[in-house]
């Protein structure tokens, strides 16, 4: 909070500088959540969301302890996607407790979560009404809810209550994303739970959008935390109004891809990957004959890669026409551009091999690569534009004025 009299400046001067390890960390959190992506594209590309079928157990056994003599098939897949799911979990907490400069609430947080998950687990064993094996997954259901609220609960309350006169990394709005991070991804553990016991393909494809989510909150976590981040725009070959241009249709391909990502989703779930079966075209023709709904769903699909490809070009030549002095737009936007045509060759070859697991895995974390590419190069922009502002608000009152002598 800012003081009487304090500019904004003097806030940032009173922030703690940027811990390189902190960078560095916040960088492998956003790669151990592609690489669940990618599991999680497994799971539903071999139909393995049900091959463990309690939660949080696996088969009886604690997630930690269960035999890697029975990580076979789609358990395999299920398994690793729970364990790693756990690690990300633990990696955020991690990086918010470091953010805020807190080191009270991780280990608050993890103390009051092992003693309420060891009292309710043994308390639901006495109930009457939960006795019995037919009710083991109601008990798993329960102790599930109290471990990840539990934690979520202490770790929150220690994080706003102690140690709050201690400098934070970042600004204040880095900050409360951490926080948000935090609150998604024990909303996230609790969707994959529930995916399992309810069985339910609407919560399946929640829980993977909330994925995507969830990875833009790392990527913004990881560029707000960068040595970079500060940098300020390139005077040559830019203008105010270029880096507006830029940051205006990086936002609109975000939202493009995002909604082009949750449309692969429903594709997936309602099995509707092959039902047009060529590519590039649709049954032989441009558009295909709506035969059903997962024909419509799937040729929407395409309609989308489209879209997005178009706005991607856009983007593209726009950085180069009205910001090419920048290089920190320049370089991403070539790497949004390579991974768009690596993305549309994995769609095709989804198709072409007949939705082979790994290739469709693939497609699923690429599509992530080019939705936070898109991110980094909208954040990137409304920075760099946010330095021109002052030069820009000064030249409008000079206009202002001018018309008004």
């Known amino acids: 909070m800012l003081k009487p009299g304090e500019t904004r400046e003097a806030e940032k001067q009173s922030m703690q500088p940027i811990n390189p390890w902190l960078s560095r960390f916040a960088k492998l959190l956003v790669a151990a959540t592609f690489c669940l992506i990618f599991l999680g594209g497994m799971v539903t590309s071999r139909d393995a969301g049900l091959s463990v079928p309690d939660w949080p157990t696996s088969y009886g056994y604690s997630m930690f302890t269960f035999p890697i003599s029975q990580w076979v098939g789609g358990v395999f897949f299920e398994h690793t996607h729970r364990l790693l799911a756990t690690c990300v979990g633990m990696l955020t907490a991690v990086l918010v407790a470091w953010i805020w400069r807190n080191r009270l609430a991780l280990p608050v947080g993890l103390g009051v979560c092992a003693a309420a ?15 019995g094996p037919e009710h083991a997954l109601t008990r798993g259901l329960i102790i599930m809810h109290v471990n990840i609220w539990s934690f979520a609960a202490a770790f929150v309350a220690v994080l706003l209550t102690t140690e709050r006169d201690r400098w934070r990394y970042g600004e204040g709005w880095l900050q409360w994303l951490a926080f948000g991070a935090f609150l998604l991804v024990c909303v996230q553990g609790t969707l994959g739970g529930l995916r399992v016991t309810e069985v339910s393909i609407v919560l399946a494809m929640i829980h993977a959008c909330t994925a995507q989510v969830f990875l833009c909150l790392t ?12 940098e300020r725009a390139v005077a040559s070959g830019t ?15 975000v939202g493009a891809v995002f909604c ?5 989703a429903v ?12 590519f590039p075209m649709a049954f032989g023709r441009m558009i295909p004959p709506m035969l059903n709904e997962r024909v419509a769903i ?8 489209l879209v997005v490809t178009v706005l991607a070009i856009a983007l593209t030549m726009t950085i180069y026409g009205k910001a090419r002095g920048q290089v920190r737009l320049r370089r991403p936007a070539i790497g949004l551009l390579g991974a768009l045509a690596v993305q549309i060759a994995l769609g095709a070859s989804v198709i072409w091999l007949r939705r082979e697991p790994v290739m469709t895995s693939l497609h699923v974390v690429n599509g992530a690569v080019v939705l936070g590419k898109a991110l980094l190069l909208a954040m990137r922009a409304g920075r760099l534009d946010a330095g021109t502002q002052p030069h820009a608000e000064r030249i409008g009152e000079a206009k202002y004025q001018e018309a008004h002598a």
């Open 239 to 253: 203008s105010g109004e270029g880096l507006a241009a830029v940051k205006a249709l990086a936002w609109t391909l």
């Open 267 to 278: 594709v997936r779930h309602l099995h509707a990957g092959l039902s047009i079966p060529d």
């Open 298 to 305: 799937h040729f929407a699909h395409r309609v989308g890669a």
């Open 117 to 131: 998950t060891a009292v309710v687990g043994i308390g639901v064993g006495h109930i009457g009404a939960l006795a």
């Open 219 to 230: 990527v913004a976590m990881a560029a707000g935390l960068s040595p970079r981040w500060n």
């Open 260 to 264: 082009q990502l949750m449309m692969g």
